[in-house]
């Protein structure tokens, strides 16, 4: 059974920054690319940022490029993503994702991924 859980969100001032991590199940990490996405409140869920199956091919959503950082290390099943010059828009629940076995590049479409984390709680405050 996959399984994904986010951590560390929380609140954090405007300029402030935070390190998502996302720890993923199963004993093959590295054959499928991940992203990162986020849903405000009211809005629909929308893409952050995407990184493929060993790292060396990321792709950010405008709002956020220059700013987050996307990585994984697949020794330890964990993706993150660097958050820095946080900004009060980037409030939102924070999801991660993951393709299926052998989609080993990134996307943007949610429908390219087939499973998803709880979520976690990022507040910037103003």
């Known amino acids: 059974q996959v399984q994904l859980v986010e951590s560390g969100g929380g609140l954090v001032q405007a300029g402030g920054s935070l390190r998502l991590s996302c720890a993923a199940s199963?004993?093959?990490?590295?054959?499928?690319?991940m992203g990162w996405f986020r849903q405000a409140p009211g809005k629909e869920r929308e893409f952050v940022a995407a990184i493929n199956w060993i790292g060396g091919s990321t792709d950010y959503a405008d709002s956020v490029k220059g700013r987050f950082t996307i990585s994984r290390d697949n020794a330890k099943g964990t993706m993150y993503l660097q958050m820095n010059s946080l900004k009060p828009e980037d409030t939102a629940v924070y999801y991660c994702a993951r393709r299926r076995l052998g989609y080993t590049e990134v996307a943007r479409a949610l429908s390219s991924y087939s499973y998803w984390g709880p979520g976690t709680q990022v507040t910037v405050s103003s």
């Open positions: 199963g004993r093959t990490f590295s054959n499928y690319a």
